[in-house]
Protein backbone atom coordinates (compact mmCIF):
# COMPACT_ATOMS: atom_id res chain seq x y z
CA UNK A 1 0.00 0.00 0.00
CA UNK A 2 1.24 3.41 -1.12
CA UNK A 3 2.89 5.48 1.74
CA UNK A 4 2.98 9.12 1.13
CA UNK A 5 4.46 11.90 3.54
CA UNK A 6 3.58 15.41 4.17
CA UNK A 7 5.01 17.18 1.02
CA UNK A 8 3.68 14.49 -0.97
CA UNK A 9 -0.23 14.76 0.16
CA UNK A 10 0.17 18.50 -0.22
CA UNK A 11 0.83 18.35 -3.75
CA UNK A 12 -1.73 15.60 -4.40
CA UNK A 13 -4.16 17.90 -3.22
CA UNK A 14 -3.22 21.28 -4.20
CA UNK A 15 -2.31 22.79 -0.50
CA UNK A 16 0.26 23.63 1.12
CA UNK A 17 2.23 21.33 3.66
CA UNK A 18 1.18 24.19 6.60
CA UNK A 19 -2.45 23.10 5.98
CA UNK A 20 -1.54 19.43 6.37
CA UNK A 21 -0.33 19.95 9.54
CA UNK A 22 -2.63 22.06 10.95
CA UNK A 23 -5.11 19.70 10.12
CA UNK A 24 -3.22 17.30 11.75
CA UNK A 25 -3.27 19.32 15.20
CA UNK A 26 -7.00 20.11 14.89
CA UNK A 27 -7.14 16.00 14.80
CA UNK A 28 -8.78 15.92 11.29
CA UNK A 29 -6.11 14.19 9.43
CA UNK A 30 -3.98 12.49 11.26
CA UNK A 31 -1.14 10.54 9.84
CA UNK A 32 -1.42 6.51 10.01
CA UNK A 33 2.05 6.37 10.92
CA UNK A 34 5.14 8.08 12.41
CA UNK A 35 8.58 7.25 11.57
CA UNK A 36 11.11 6.24 14.63
CA UNK A 37 12.39 9.75 13.34
CA UNK A 38 9.08 11.78 13.96
CA UNK A 39 8.13 11.74 9.99
CA UNK A 40 4.38 12.02 9.73
CA UNK A 41 3.47 8.90 6.77
CA UNK A 42 0.11 8.96 5.04
CA UNK A 43 -1.97 5.77 3.74
CA UNK A 44 -4.36 5.69 0.43
CA UNK A 45 -7.41 6.11 3.24
CA UNK A 46 -5.76 9.44 4.77
CA UNK A 47 -5.13 10.76 0.85
CA UNK A 48 -9.13 10.26 0.16
CA UNK A 49 -9.85 11.79 3.57
CA UNK A 50 -7.61 14.72 2.56
CA UNK A 51 -9.14 15.40 -0.94
CA UNK A 52 -12.60 14.99 1.30
CA UNK A 53 -11.60 18.00 3.95
CA UNK A 54 -10.59 19.98 0.72
CA UNK A 55 -13.90 19.45 -1.34
CA UNK A 56 -15.60 20.63 2.43
CA UNK A 57 -13.95 23.36 2.81
CA UNK A 58 -13.81 24.54 -1.06
CA UNK A 59 -17.48 24.67 -0.55
CA UNK A 60 -17.09 27.13 2.66
CA UNK A 61 -17.34 24.12 5.90
CA UNK A 62 -15.40 25.86 8.56
CA UNK A 63 -13.06 23.22 10.71
CA UNK A 64 -15.57 22.30 13.55
CA UNK A 65 -18.41 21.27 11.26
CA UNK A 66 -15.80 18.95 9.14
CA UNK A 67 -14.33 17.86 12.60
CA UNK A 68 -18.04 17.00 13.44
CA UNK A 69 -18.84 15.60 10.44
CA UNK A 70 -15.72 13.16 10.00
CA UNK A 71 -15.95 11.84 13.80
CA UNK A 72 -19.66 10.52 13.22
CA UNK A 73 -20.02 6.81 13.04
CA UNK A 74 -23.06 7.82 10.28
CA UNK A 75 -22.36 10.62 8.86
CA UNK A 76 -25.10 10.71 6.69
CA UNK A 77 -27.36 11.52 9.86
CA UNK A 78 -25.71 15.16 10.12
CA UNK A 79 -24.74 15.82 6.43
CA UNK A 80 -28.22 17.17 5.70
CA UNK A 81 -28.22 19.56 8.57
CA UNK A 82 -24.94 20.84 7.78
CA UNK A 83 -25.43 21.12 4.39
CA UNK A 84 -28.43 23.23 4.97
CA UNK A 85 -26.68 25.39 7.65
CA UNK A 86 -23.90 26.10 5.26
CA UNK A 87 -26.43 27.14 2.40
CA UNK A 88 -28.31 29.31 4.79
CA UNK A 89 -25.01 30.92 5.87
CA UNK A 90 -23.80 31.47 1.79
CA UNK A 91 -26.93 32.73 0.71
CA UNK A 92 -26.14 35.26 3.76
CA UNK A 93 -22.99 36.04 2.64
CA UNK A 94 -24.24 36.55 -1.04
CA UNK A 95 -27.15 39.08 -0.10
CA UNK A 96 -24.45 41.15 1.89
CA UNK A 97 -22.25 41.13 -0.56
CA UNK A 98 -25.03 42.11 -2.87
CA UNK A 99 -25.75 45.16 -0.50
CA UNK A 100 -22.15 46.28 -1.01
CA UNK A 101 -21.63 46.07 -4.53
CA UNK A 102 -25.10 47.75 -4.73
CA UNK A 103 -23.23 50.28 -2.36
CA UNK A 104 -19.99 50.81 -4.17
CA UNK A 105 -22.21 50.82 -7.86
CA UNK A 106 -24.24 53.48 -6.03
CA UNK A 107 -20.69 55.48 -4.55
CA UNK A 108 -19.34 55.45 -8.12
CA UNK A 109 -22.43 56.97 -9.62
CA UNK A 110 -22.16 59.86 -6.97
CA UNK A 111 -18.19 60.66 -7.38
CA UNK A 112 -19.06 61.00 -11.28
CA UNK A 113 -22.40 63.69 -10.48
CA UNK A 114 -19.97 65.33 -7.50
CA UNK A 115 -16.96 67.34 -7.26
CA UNK A 116 -14.72 65.56 -4.99
CA UNK A 117 -11.71 67.45 -3.90
CA UNK A 118 -11.97 66.09 -0.01
CA UNK A 119 -12.65 63.13 2.20
CA UNK A 120 -15.46 65.51 3.64
CA UNK A 121 -17.17 64.84 -0.16
CA UNK A 122 -16.94 61.12 -0.14
CA UNK A 123 -18.36 61.85 3.23
CA UNK A 124 -21.34 63.56 2.21
CA UNK A 125 -22.15 61.02 -0.71
CA UNK A 126 -21.44 57.87 2.42
CA UNK A 127 -24.21 60.20 4.25
CA UNK A 128 -26.55 60.84 1.73
CA UNK A 129 -26.59 56.75 0.48
CA UNK A 130 -26.89 55.86 4.56
CA UNK A 131 -29.89 57.56 4.58
CA UNK A 132 -31.31 57.31 1.12
CA UNK A 133 -33.81 54.63 1.78
CA UNK A 134 -35.18 56.42 4.75
CA UNK A 135 -35.96 59.53 2.50
CA UNK A 136 -36.88 57.41 0.11
CA UNK A 137 -39.95 56.55 2.25
CA UNK A 138 -40.94 60.23 3.63
CA UNK A 139 -41.74 61.08 -0.50
CA UNK A 140 -43.33 57.99 -0.92
CA UNK A 141 -45.70 58.49 2.37
CA UNK A 142 -46.28 62.67 0.82
CA UNK A 143 -47.43 61.12 -2.29
CA UNK A 144 -49.96 58.58 -0.67
CA UNK A 145 -51.17 60.83 1.23
CA UNK A 146 -51.63 63.17 -1.37
CA UNK A 147 -53.54 61.25 -3.86
CA UNK A 148 -56.90 61.18 -2.56
CA UNK A 149 -56.68 65.54 -2.48
CA UNK A 150 -55.36 65.39 -5.79
CA UNK A 151 -58.75 63.31 -6.69
CA UNK A 152 -60.80 65.65 -5.21
CA UNK A 153 -59.19 68.66 -6.64
CA UNK A 154 -59.73 67.33 -10.07
CA UNK A 155 -63.45 66.35 -9.84
CA UNK A 156 -64.25 69.63 -8.14
CA UNK A 157 -62.82 71.48 -11.06
CA UNK A 158 -64.49 69.69 -13.59
CA UNK A 159 -67.33 69.73 -11.85
CA UNK A 160 -67.38 73.50 -11.97
CA UNK A 161 -66.13 73.95 -15.16
CA UNK A 162 -68.95 71.45 -16.54
CA UNK A 163 -71.81 71.72 -14.58
CA UNK A 164 -70.97 75.32 -12.61
CA UNK A 165 -71.31 73.02 -9.20
CA UNK A 166 -68.58 74.75 -7.48
CA UNK A 167 -69.22 74.18 -3.79
CA UNK A 168 -66.93 70.70 -4.19
CA UNK A 169 -63.91 73.57 -5.43
CA UNK A 170 -64.62 75.07 -1.69
CA UNK A 171 -64.32 71.76 0.30
CA UNK A 172 -61.17 71.00 -1.53
CA UNK A 173 -59.80 74.77 -0.64
CA UNK A 174 -60.86 74.06 3.22
CA UNK A 175 -59.20 70.67 2.92
CA UNK A 176 -56.56 71.40 0.85
CA UNK A 177 -54.30 74.46 2.62
CA UNK A 178 -54.47 72.69 5.91
CA UNK A 179 -52.98 69.57 4.64
CA UNK A 180 -50.09 71.80 2.46
CA UNK A 181 -49.11 73.27 5.75
CA UNK A 182 -49.03 69.76 7.52
CA UNK A 183 -46.97 68.31 4.71
CA UNK A 184 -45.11 71.06 4.37
CA UNK A 185 -43.82 70.96 8.37
CA UNK A 186 -43.70 67.19 8.21
CA UNK A 187 -41.44 67.49 5.82
CA UNK A 188 -39.50 70.09 7.10
CA UNK A 189 -38.79 68.15 10.42
CA UNK A 190 -37.75 65.10 8.09
CA UNK A 191 -34.87 66.45 5.71
CA UNK A 192 -31.63 68.09 6.48
CA UNK A 193 -29.37 69.68 3.68
CA UNK A 194 -25.76 69.21 3.35
CA UNK A 195 -23.37 72.34 2.59
CA UNK A 196 -21.41 71.33 -0.68
CA UNK A 197 -18.48 74.08 0.31
CA UNK A 198 -17.86 73.22 4.16
CA UNK A 199 -20.14 69.60 4.31
CA UNK A 200 -22.06 71.26 7.51
CA UNK A 201 -25.56 69.29 7.82
CA UNK A 202 -27.77 71.58 8.47
CA UNK A 203 -31.79 72.32 8.76
CA UNK A 204 -32.52 75.73 7.52
CA UNK A 205 -35.50 77.82 8.75
CA UNK A 206 -38.73 76.59 7.52
CA UNK A 207 -39.75 79.92 5.42
CA UNK A 208 -36.28 79.54 3.93
CA UNK A 209 -36.47 76.28 2.78
CA UNK A 210 -40.34 76.39 2.06
CA UNK A 211 -39.28 79.80 -0.17
CA UNK A 212 -36.07 78.40 -1.89
CA UNK A 213 -35.55 77.18 -4.96
CA UNK A 214 -35.26 73.64 -5.49
CA UNK A 215 -34.63 70.19 -7.77
CA UNK A 216 -35.86 67.22 -6.74
CA UNK A 217 -32.62 66.71 -4.89
CA UNK A 218 -31.84 70.06 -3.56
CA UNK A 219 -32.12 73.34 -2.24
CA UNK A 220 -31.02 76.62 -2.59
CA UNK A 221 -29.82 77.65 0.72
CA UNK A 222 -27.39 79.83 3.09
CA UNK A 223 -25.15 77.74 4.81
CA UNK A 224 -25.42 79.00 8.78
CA UNK A 225 -21.46 77.48 9.26
CA UNK A 226 -19.86 79.32 6.16
CA UNK A 227 -22.41 81.44 4.73
CA UNK A 228 -22.14 79.78 1.24
CA UNK A 229 -25.55 80.34 -0.90
CA UNK A 230 -25.97 77.86 -2.99
CA UNK A 231 -27.62 74.58 -3.93
CA UNK A 232 -27.13 72.03 -0.85
CA UNK A 233 -27.64 68.41 -1.17
CA UNK A 234 -31.07 66.88 0.67
CA UNK A 235 -30.67 64.02 3.33
CA UNK A 236 -33.62 62.72 5.38
CA UNK A 237 -33.07 63.72 9.10
CA UNK A 238 -32.36 60.42 11.25
CA UNK A 239 -32.95 62.42 14.50
CA UNK A 240 -36.03 60.30 15.61
CA UNK A 241 -37.33 63.24 17.43
CA UNK A 242 -37.40 65.83 14.69
CA UNK A 243 -35.63 69.13 14.67
CA UNK A 244 -37.50 72.34 15.80
CA UNK A 245 -38.92 74.92 13.88
CA UNK A 246 -36.47 77.70 13.73
Known amino acids: MSKYTTGEIARLCCVTVRTVQYYDTRGILIPSEL?????????E????????????????????????????????????LLLDQQEAALESEIGEREKQLKKLSELRTGLKSTEVNSVESIG????IMTNRKELKRVHITMLLSAIPLGILQWTSIILWITKGIWWPFTVWLAVGIPYAAIIARHYYRK?????????????PSFWEMFFAAHTP?????TCPECGHKGFCVEAADTNKEGAKDK
Not at 191 to 203: R, W
Not at 217 to 221: E, G, P, V
Open 35 to 43: TEGGRRLYS
Open 45 to 80: NDLRRMKLICFLRELGFSIDSISKLLSEDDPASVIS
Open 124 to 127: DIAY
Open 191 to 203: VNYICPKCHKVFK
Open 217 to 221: AARKL
